[in-house]
């Protein structure tokens, strides 16, 4: 039976929660993700919970934040004046907005406070900061 190591495509279906249960995103009813193991298109915690795995088997792979989307980091929060927002948008906690950088590139944002004169954006990944648990169904080695 093959187990997958470094350098394999593989298969495999999953579940995301956190810690409270919550599901955050499934493969289940979809199609199942493939991906090359060490390629680091992934979370580190996610590739490296494969590693090893033999096909048909399912195992549960707990991430801690720092294998997973890192810890949270006050640098990346931002505040703007509450006029440099165009009229026609009605600014809400927890709305996502795109903003582009002053490199020129585009980055999103969750808002995170909004009050009279400014708003706060939060330009953390929304599940940084979060242990997370996946169970992983491996389905194909390749």
């Known amino acids: 039976m093959s187990q997958a190591a470094k350098g394999d495509k593989v298969k495999v279906h999953y579940t995301g929660t956190l810690d409270d249960g919550t599901v955050f995103d499934s493969s289940r009813e979809r199609e199942p993700l493939e991906f090359v193991i060490g390629s680091g298109t992934l979370i580190p915690g996610f590739e490296n919970g494969v590693l090893g795995m033999k096909v048909g088997e399912t195992k549960t792979i707990d991430i801690p934040a720092a294998d997973a989307y890192g810890e949270r980091k006050d640098g990346l ?66």
């Open 77 to 142: 929060m931002a505040s703007l004046e509450r006029s440099e927002v165009p009229d026609n948008i009605e600014p809400k906690v927890g709305m996502f907005v795109e903003m582009e950088l002053k490199d020129g590139n585009n980055a999103r944002a969750r808002i995170a406070k909004v009050d009279e004169q400014t708003i706060v954006l939060d330009f953390n990944h929304p599940l940084a900061g979060q242990d997370l648990s996946f169970e992983v169904e491996l389905l194909a080695v390749a």
